[in-house]
């Protein structure tokens, strides 16, 4: 049976040269990095050489790079380390990913304001509201530069803008807190350029998984000047941001990994991009009531990703069924799949929980070929038609509600709206057909 692989998005195979860079400091040049003798300075030099060369990728400082274990680590240093320095106010989106959303409620359960910028049908925030929102409260910002489940790019050099021009206001005002621009960019890598300077950030989330490296490392970009409060205490490891001895081992893969993907990035998201329209083309073709998620096909949707709701079925099924036929996707974000909730970030595009519950994520890689695409054009389909036929749901593609709130206990509320509105720091309100998560009495 034929294998199609399209959860690029959830998690890619290591490159064998990135294993390559990485057998020597599982055996060989196995010293600690904080060990003065020889086998210590050895490694201790090559971790040195691992952030250089992923400094001069992102045009930063080496200095300005911490290790972490991965995305979720290095999202809640950002979150927690700033807050916990500065105090103040966070703004967020409610499409982020769990590892901000999930902090942010943390904090807001410990007294920090948190507020949420409205987003757009396609997935993009309103730059409107987001200078409406912030005031002299207002520490960090933080949000995503490529949406993991619909791959929707964010300008974040127009936030960036915005930002500088708060500081200016600020300084000739004698306002003294900070204003500091966090980007989780796990899934920009590859696809976009990383430029710190250029993209105006201050903090920046990246991880190992996304970019065919090794899974459990990645890193957190802190610009010179900007203070954290460290997660936890110990060594002192990582400007004493981050105890712990180093994953030397996964840094060094990290390294040659981030390396190779950019050396390919223009060539392969021109590949990716090809391949991308000619299945959502498909889809939308082949498949009647499907709705794709995010932005059109152009350079506000990432390359490799293709995010559809097909309605009138569940798409735990459908995946299910495409499974059976060797086709791996995902519906939402894969850290969502051990719960039954619907997609945060389809509700918060407005869109009725049906549209959630049938969303669909394809994600293309380096070995997505033309003839993987037309295998998965053909199959699914099939499969569609079979979980159709056995469906009692029909949903209206113009639909802005949910079809049949009646049918759930408590109030017409769903269990995942419920748990929310019963939680002592965020609940779930419906405004203007677009359901997000929003603060009491904010």
């Known amino acids: 049976m034929k294998h199609v692989y399209l959860d690029h998005a959830a998690a890619t195979p290591l490159d ?4 390559e860079a990485m057998e020597p400091y599982f055996t060989e040049q196995f010293g600690n990095p904080s060990s003065i003798y020889t086998s210590g300075r050895i490694v201790k030099k090559a971790l040195a050489d691992a952030r250089d060369r992923i400094a001069h990728i992102i045009g930063s400082k080496a200095d300005e790079i911490i290790f972490t274990s991965g995305g979720t680590e290095s999202d809640a240093l950002a979150l927690f380390g700033v807050m916990k320095m500065y105090g103040g106010a966070l703004i967020t989106s409610p499409t982020e990913h769990h590892a901000v959303l999930h902090n942010a409620e943390v904090l807001a359960k410990d007294g920090t304001p948190v507020h949420f910028v409205r987003v757009h049908e396609d997935g993009d925030i309103d730059y409107r509201h987001l200078e409406e929102l912030i005031n002299d409260d207002v520490t ?18 127009r936030v960036a803008d915005l930002v500088r021009r708060v500081r200016k206001n600020r300084t000739e005002r004698s306002v003294e807190r900070p204003l500091i621009l966090h980007t989780d960019a796990c899934q920009a890598s590859g696809q976009l350029p990383l430029d710190v300077r250029k993209l105006g950030v201050d903090m920046m989330t990246l991880n190992g998984s996304k970019m065919y490296g090794p899974k459990g490392v990645g890193m957190l970009y802190v610009r010179k000047g900007i203070r954290l409060a460290p997660l936890w205490h110990g060594g002192g490891q990582e400007r004493r941001l981050r105890s712990g001895t180093e994953n030397v081992p996964g840094i060094m893969g990290f390294a040659r990994a981030f390396e190779i993907t950019e050396e390919s990035r223009v060539t392969e998201v021109e590949r990716l991009t090809e391949l991308r329209d000619m299945l959502i083309s498909g889809i939308l073709e082949r498949v009647p009531k ?46 969502d799949s051990e719960t039954l909730d619907p997609s945060h970030v389809i509700l918060a595009l407005g869109k009725p929980y049906e549209f959630a519950h049938a969303s669909m994520r394809f994600t293309l890689g380096r070995s997505t070929t033309a003839e993987d695409i037309s295998y998965v054009l053909d199959i699914l389909p099939e499969c569609v038609n079979k979980l159709r036929a056995i469906s009692p749901i029909t949903v209206d593609v113009t639909s802005k509600n949910m079809s049949h709130a009646s049918a759930f206990a408590g109030d017409g509320l769903p269990h995942w709206e419920r748990n929310k ?13 677009d359901i997000r998560p929003q603060l009491k009495n904010s």
């Open 16 to 19: 064998p040269r990135v294993r």
């Open 140 to 157: 960090l910002l933080s949000f995503m530069y490529a949406n993991n489940e619909i791959g929707t790019v964010i300008d974040l050099e």
């Open 290 to 335: 499907t709705v794709l998620n995010g932005a059109a096909h152009n350079t506000q949707r990432l390359a490799n990703n293709v995010n559809v709701s097909i309605l009138d079925i569940e798409g735990e099924a459908l995946l299910l069924y495409l499974d059976a036929a060797g086709i791996e996707a995902s519906t939402g974000s894969a850290c």
């Open 421 to 433: 509105k019963l939680d002592s720091g965020f609940r779930m309100q419906d405004a203007r057909n």
